[in-house]
Structure formats: C-alpha cells, structure tokens
Antibody, heavy 121, light 106 residues
Framework: QVQLQESGPGLAKPSETLSLTCTVS??????????WSWIRQPPGKGLEWIGY???????NYNPSLKSRVTISVDTSKNQFSLNMSSVTAADTAVYYC?????????????WGQGTLVTVSS | DIQMIQSPSTLSASVGDRVTITCRAS??????LAWYQQKPGKAPKLLIY???NLESGVPSRFSGSGSGTEFTLTISSLQPDDFATYYC????????FGQGTKVEIK
C-alpha cells in the first residue's frame, strides 16, 4: 500500500519561501507509471493543483503559480519537494502531496494526509 | 483555463436517497474527468476516473457518467458514510477542480 507523508514547517513568514517534502513509502518515485504532485486547499475552500514531477525531473506547473514554484525529486530518498517563493497570506493552506496517474494529464489515486502551512509574521 | 462548475453547492439528503451531482466544464474535456470524496480534516479520496471508471475498492453505489462538458456523479442509495464534500477534476488540459458539493444530512 502506497503511503505519502508531508513534512516541513507549519509557519512561513510573508515574502519568504515555503518548503515542504513528501516521503513516499510502499512504492517508488522512480516508477515510470506515475507522476508526483502537490495540491493545496485554503481553509474552508476548494482544491488547487500546484504542479507535478516525474522521476526524471520533468515538471509541469499551474500557470498561475509557475513563477513562484519549484518541485524537485530525490530518488535516492524516495522523496519529492515543493518550494514556493514570495509567499503571502493567500498561500495559507493545507498542502497535500499525491500520486498522479494517467496519460497526458493526471488524476490522483493516493494522497498524503496534508499539512497546514500558515503564512504570518 | 478550463473552469469546472459543480451544482448544487450543497445538497440535503436522507439515507437511502438517490443523489446526483453535476459538473460542467467551460470547454470540452472529453472523458478526462475524475470525482473525489473528501471528509472534514481528511485528504480527498478518488472515486471515479475517466468519467465512468470506478476506482478499485469504491462501493458500486457510486457511478459516473458524461462526456464533453457535462458530467454526473450518482450515489444510488446514500449511506451514512457518504455524507461528505465531492469534487470533480478535469485532466484534459492542465488540472482544475470544481468548487465542491457538500452532501449533508436532511
């Protein structure tokens, strides 16, 4: 059974960089059949896709966030990570990592439990 | 951007009811559509992919249909465990979610 676990600071200061890591167990980020993704959900609101990465390092990002987001993968640690720069209060959300499957674009079959990141001074 | 609009936003129903949720896309997404169930404080759970394919382990009372711009999620007989918020997601061009439909107890 694949499991994903987000980790990282629960608090970020405005204008700084938010950094989160997702550790995958029960499966490999190097599996050629899957992509690995970040999705967020502001408190009481809906879901927003942030971006995804393939084991090779190929990425694709939500155009609305692309200028501030970097997703990377570490196959040796079976982890992938999110960096989001220049954060504001609008970036306060529960951040989920998820496994993505599909062909050209993807849906999500396994999710982490989510981690709340609050942006505040 | 492809916009996804769900209706209704909130639905009140009783155990045993047949429930239908609609998702409309601002342009055709073919059948590249998924449905998720989310309970408070939990991650979403995949129910349906490619519009009508039931994810492994999901009860058969859940079904999906549609293509192009209009899709439905149907719960044939609502169970106590089904009170939750449901989201559609298109994956035809980039990835976007609907705003959610909360199914609450009548």
């Amino acid at each position: 059974q694949v499991q994903l676990q987000e980790s990282g600071p629960g608090l970020a200061k405005p204008s700084e960089t938010l950094s989160l890591t997702c550790t995958v167990s029960g499966g490999s980020v190097s599996n050629i059949n899957y992509y690995w993704s970040w999705i967020r959900q502001p408190p009481g609101k809906g879901l927003e896709w942030i971006g995804y990465i393939y084991y090779s390092g190929n990425t694709n990002y939500n155009p609305s966030l692309k200028s501030r987001v970097t997703i990377s993968v570490d196959t040796s640690k079976n982890q992938f990570s999110l960096n989001m720069s220049s954060v504001t209060a609008a970036d306060t959300a529960v951040y989920y990592c998820a496994r993505a499957r599909g062909s050209s674009w993807y849906h999500f079959d396994y999710w982490g439990q989510g981690t709340l990141v609050t942006v505040s001074s | 951007d492809i916009q996804m609009i769900q209706s209704p936003s909130t639905l009140s129903a009783s155990v045993g009811d047949r429930v239908t949720i609609t998702c409309r896309a601002s342009q055709s997404v073919s059948t590249w559509l998924a449905w998720y169930q989310q309970k408070p404080g939990k991650a979403p759970k995949l129910l349906i992919y490619k519009a009508s394919n039931l994810e492994s382990g999901v009860p058969s009372r859940f079904s999906g249909s549609g293509s192009g711009t209009e899709f439905t999620l149907t719960i044939s007989s609502l169970q106590p465990d089904d009170f939750a918020t449901y989201y559609c997601q298109q994956y035809h061009t980039y990835l976007t979610f609907g705003q959610g439909t909360k199914v609450e107890i009548k």
